[in-house]
């Protein structure tokens, strides 16, 4: 037995011989027994350790790919409502236009209607 699987165990002698409340005795049912044992769980903490390292960065990188979609999607949603009060207001331009040209276009069947009939000298107008 080397002086750290010594050491290890004197420490876990002495917290078994302290009264512990029941709360920690579930924990020290997981003490190691030999030193590959400690090893083990010592290569499993540092493991962890190295795993929720990486597992915030990843949550602070999705936080900020959140931020940078929210702020995409408001950037569409404006173009979007831009791109809709254009069209709007070309449809509306479109359509004033329309009206206009069907006035006027009505205005043209008006003068149609009224021909002068008979002789070309004459000016009377016919419905």
Do not use: H
């Amino acid at each position: 037995m080397s002086s750290s699987e010594r050491e290890i165990d004197d420490w876990w002698k002495y917290r078994a011989s302290k009264k512990i409340k029941p709360k920690m005795q579930r924990f020290m049912s997981i003490r190691p027994t030999s030193s590959e044992d400690a090893y083990k769980a010592d290569k499993l903490w540092k493991q962890k350790k190295k795993l929720t390292a990486e597992v915030d960065t990843l949550e602070s990188e999705l936080k900020q790919e959140k931020f940078a979609t929210t702020e995409v999607q408001g950037q569409l949603e404006r173009q979007e409502s831009e791109n809709m009060e254009s069209v709007v207001g070309e449809l509306s331009g479109r359509a004033g236009a329309d009206i206009q040209e069907e006035r006027t276009t009505s205005k043209d069947c008006n003068k149609e209607k009224f021909r002068p009939t008979g002789a070309t000298g004459m000016r009377t107008w016919s419905l």
